[in-house]
């Protein structure tokens, strides 16, 4: 079993209440080759929400409590974005999933890039929080262009 990130099917889970319908995952969920999970959804957070980023660091960052995720206005979601990620990890070792696709550049879902903390388009290597634990964890991570990318040597 695969997980993907729910926005990447059509899910309106983004925090601008829209998605990144992608039909090739949607086709993985309806073929029930997947499930899906959306971290940020998991953690409490509402849609719409305001757009959060990583500040000072990434998501490994964030686990040795040297980063914090911010929103626009200010405020701390770490919290929020940390159990989001330890829920994602359960929905894993629940269903003894080993591969997840997540959304590139998220705060949550980035691979291999995020947004850099200053709310001015710009990115920055790095990984976001539920990317870091499931890392972490020996779950293997890929951004939605990366796995398609090698579907086809996989058992998709």
Not at 52 to 66: C, P, S
Not at 115 to 143: C, P, R, W
Not at 145 to 150: C, D, L, Q, R, V
Request: proline share 3%; with cysteine.
């Amino acid at each position: 079993m695969i997980v993907i990130s729910a926005c990447l099917v059509g899910e309106r889970v983004r925090y601008d209440g829209n998605h990144k319908l992608d039909l090739f995952y949607k086709r993985l969920i309806d073929d029930d080759q997947a499930i899906t999970v959306c971290p940020e959804i998991l953690g409490g957070l509402q849609v719409p929400r305001e757009p959060a980023e990583i500040v000072d660091g990434d998501g490994y960052d964030v686990w040795n409590d040297t980063a914090e995720v911010i929103t626009t206005s200010g405020q701390n979601v770490t919290e929020q974005f940390k159990q989001g990620a330890k829920r994602t990890l359960s929905v894993m070792k629940d269903l003894n999933a080993q591969t997840v696709v997540l959304k590139s550049d998220s705060p949550s879902c980035g691979s291999s890039a995020i947004y850099d903390g200053t709310f001015s388009g710009n990115k920055k290597e790095g990984v976001g929080v539920t990317t870091a634990l499931l890392k972490m964890n020996h779950i293997d991570v890929y951004d939605e262009h990366t796995f398609k990318a090698i579907s086809d040597n996989l058992e998709v």
